[in-house]
C-alpha cells in the first residue's frame, strides 16, 4: 500500500513515530480550530502545515497543493491572502502550545537560524561549505 505525503511528513522529524507526530499536530489543529469561521480554512490549514513539514524539494504553493492532493494552489493561496480567520489568536495558541509543551511559564525559546546552507549548495560539486548567514 503506498504511502501518502502527509503519512511521510509525520514521521520523519527526528524519526519519531508517524502516529505521535500525528496525534500532537492533531492536537495542535484542535487548539487553533476556533480561529476559523469555516471547516475549509481549516482543512486547508492542516494542509497547509502537513505540507510546510513535509519532504518537498521546494514549498511553493503549486508544489504544497500538490502534495497535498490538491489539483491548484488556489484553496491555500486564498487561505492566505483572503480567507478570514484571526491570525493573532493562532499565534498566541501556537505560543501556549510550545511552553505546554516545553514545560515553563517563563522559559524563552530561541530559534538560531544563522547557520543554514546557501540555496544551491547541493548542486555544487563538493556540496559547498557551511556559511553563516549573521555576525
Known sequence: MPVSGSEQSLGMLNDAPTSAWDR?????????????????????MRDYVRGLLAPVDRKSGWQLAEWAGHATPDGLQHLLSRSRWDADSV??????YVADQLGHDDGVLIVDDT???????EDRVGGGAHRWSSQ
Open 91 to 96: 499565534r498566541d495558541d501556537l505560543q501556549q
Open 115 to 121: 547557520g543554514c546552507a546557501p540555496r544551491g549548495a
Open 24 to 44: 500532537e499536530l492533531e492536537e495542535l489543529f484542535l487548539r487553533t480550530g476556533s480561529r476559523f469561521t469555516r471547516i475549509e480554512p481549516r482543512r486547508r
